[in-house]
C-alpha cells in the first residue's frame, strides 16, 4: 500500500444547473491511497478519525446531470456531522470538494472509494469505511458495475445493516439512483431507449431484476428512472412498471426525476421535491398501476410486438410536483394517494405511444372488494376446442377478457360467442366486469 499525504489549494469550477456555476477556493487536506492491484482507489478528505454521532435516516434520489444543492444539504445534514462514504466505479473525488467545503455543512469527512472491479467488495478496508459511514452516496456511472460488484457481497449487507441498525442516510444521482428501488433496471444488456421498450416489451435490453440488494424504507415494488427530460425515459419507465406487473405479480410503482431535480425521502415517508421552479421546469414524478382498474394488465404484452396498455386511458395513475428549493412540495408514500403542490395524470401506451391525459386523485378504494358475480356465469361447452359460449343473465357487460394461467391477457371481446381456435391447448379463465362487479369462469381449450 502507498499512502501519499499533501495539501492541495482547490480552484474548482462547479457545474450548476442549467449553465449556471460558481467558483470557489479552499484548503482541504486529501489522502490518497492507491491500493496493490488496483482493486479500488480511495480519496479521503477531512478528519481520519471515525465519530459517533446520531444521523436521521433517510434517502434522496437525483436525476443526474448536476445535483441540486438544496437537495444536498438535506442529505449532508441528515449525517449529523458525520463521515460520507462515496461509492462509484468510475471517475475520481469531484464529490469530495463539493460535499466538503462547498454547500456550508459541517460534516467530520469525505471519502470517495472507487471500485476498479468486484475484489475490491472484499478488501477489509472498504468493508470497514462502508460500516462506519453515516451517510452514503452513489455516484453516476454504469448500474451493472454497481450491481455487479456489490449484489450478495460484504458491501450490500454493510449497507443494509447500516440502514436498519444505524439509521444512516442513503442517495444516488443517475445509476446511483436507479440502483436503489426495490426492483431495479440493472442495465445488465446495456442501456434502453423508451422507443425500443415500447415497441418490444421484450428486448434482451429490458432488465428489471428483483433479486434483492438494497433494502430502503418506502421503496418496496418501486423502480426508479432518471434523467427524465433528457432523453426522455417515460416510455421505457411504463414498459418496467408493465413488466413488473407481468413477471412478478407486484402492484408497481415508479420514482423519477428530471435531471437537476432531486427527492429526498424523510423518516416518515414523506417525499420533498427539491428543484429550481418556478425557474426552471423540474419535476418529480410518482407512478403507480392504477388500482382503480379492476384488471390493470396490458391489452398486449407480447413479445416482438408494441405495447398495448390502455384500459380506457387509465392504465398508469401519476402524480407529478414541481421541485422548489425549500423541498416543500411533497408526495406521501405511505398511502400513495396523497401530495401537495402537484397534480394527477393518466398515463397509457396505445401500440407503442405513450399518452397523457389529465386526471383526479387515485383512489384505491374504489375496487377494493368487487362484488362477486361467477355464479351468474356459465362457459359452453367445456372442455372446448372452437368456439365457446358464454351463458349470463348480466345485460350490462362492459368487459370480456381471457386469460392465460400465466395472467397473460390473450383475447379481448365484447362477444358471448367467440372464436378461440387460434388459442393454445391449455388452461384459461374468462374474465368478466360490469361497473364494480366481476365474474371468473376457468375452461380448457383441447
Not at 283 to 304: M, R, S
Request: proline share 2%.
Amino acid at each position: 500500500m502507498i499512502a501519499l499525504f499533501f495539501e492541495l489549494k482547490i480552484n474548482n469550477g462547479v457545474s450548476k444547473h442549467h449553465l449556471k456555476s460558481i467558483l470557489t477556493c479552499v484548503y482541504v487536506i486529501i489522502s490518497f491511497t492507491v491500493i496493490s492491484g488496483q482493486n479500488y482507489i480511495s480519496y479521503l478528505t477531512g478528519d481520519t478519525a471515525d465519530v459517533s454521532v446520531n444521523p436521521q435516516g433517510g434517502t434522496c434520489l437525483v436525476g443526474g446531470a448536476g445535483e441540486s444543492d438544496d437537495a444536498m444539504k438535506w442529505f449532508l445534514q441528515r449525517a449529523d456531522g458525520g463521515d460520507v462514504l462515496v461509492l462509484r466505479a468510475s471517475d475520481s473525488d469531484g464529490y469530495n470538494p463539493y460535499f466538503y467545503s462547498q454547500l456550508g455543512v459541517t460534516i467530520n469527512s469525505v471519502e470517495t472509494i472507487v471500485f476498479n472491479n468486484a475484489l475490491a467488495a472484499n478488501d477489509s478496508y472498504v468493508q470497514q469505511r462502508v460500516a462506519e459511514a453515516e451517510a452514503i452516496w452513489f455516484a453516476g456511472g454504469n448500474q451493472w458495475n454497481y450491481v455487479s460488484y456489490w449484489r450478495n457481497t460484504a458491501i450490500d449487507s454493510l449497507i443494509n445493516h447500516g440502514l436498519q441498525n444505524r439509521n444512516i442516510v442513503i442517495g444516488g444521482t443517475s445509476a446511483g439512483m436507479a440502483i436503489l428501488g426495490d426492483y431495479y433496471f440493472s442495465a445488465q444488456n446495456g442501456s434502453v431507449t423508451s422507443t425500443t421498450a415500447l415497441n418490444n416489451p421484450f428486448a434482451s435490453t429490458i432488465t428489471v431484476d428483483s433479486m434483492e440488494f438494497l433494502n430502503v424504507d418506502f421503496l418496496e415494488n418501486v423502480v426508479t428512472d432518471t434523467h427524465y427530460d433528457d432523453p426522455d425515459r417515460k416510455g421505457r419507465h411504463m414498459v418496467f412498471l408493465a413488466r413488473m406487473l407481468h413477471d412478478y405479480g407486484v402492484d408497481a410503482r415508479g420514482i423519477a426525476c428530471d435531471e437537476y431535480t432531486a427527492v429526498c425521502i424523510d423518516e416518515n415517508g414523506i417525499a420533498h421535491a427539491f428543484g429550481e421552479y418556478p425557474q426552471y421546469d423540474d419535476n418529480v414524478y410518482f407512478l403507480q398501476v392504477n388500482c382503480e382498474n379492476i384488471n390493470p394488465t396490458p391489452e398486449t404484452l407480447v413479445n416482438g410486438q408494441p405495447l398495448d396498455w390502455n384500459l380506457g386511458g387509465k392504465a398508469v395513475k401519476v402524480y407529478i410536483i414541481k421541485g422548489k428549493t425549500d423541498g416543500s412540495n411533497t408526495f406521501n408514500l405511505n398511502t400513495w394517494e396523497s401530495g401537495t403542490g402537484g397534480e394527477w395524470k393518466n398515463w397509457y401506451v396505445t401500440n407503442g405511444t405513450l399518452n397523457e391525459s389529465v386526471s383526479t386523485q387515485m383512489n384505491c378504494s374504489v375496487n377494493a372488494n368487487p362484488i362477486d358475480m361467477s355464479n351468474q356465469i356459465k362457459v359452453l361447452p367445456n372442455p372446448v376446442s372452437n368456439f365457446l359460449a358464454i351463458e349470463t343473465d348480466i345485460s350490462d357487460i362492459e368487459k370480456i377478457q381471457i386469460f392465460d394461467v400465466n395472467g397473460q391477457l390473450v383475447k379481448t371481446t365484447s362477444e358471448l360467442n367467440i372464436d378461440i381456435s387460434d388459442l393454445k391447448k391449455g388452461s384459461y379463465i374468462v374474465e368478466i366486469q360490469s361497473g364494480e362487479k366481476v365474474g371468473i369462469v376457468l375452461f380448457l381449450k383441447i
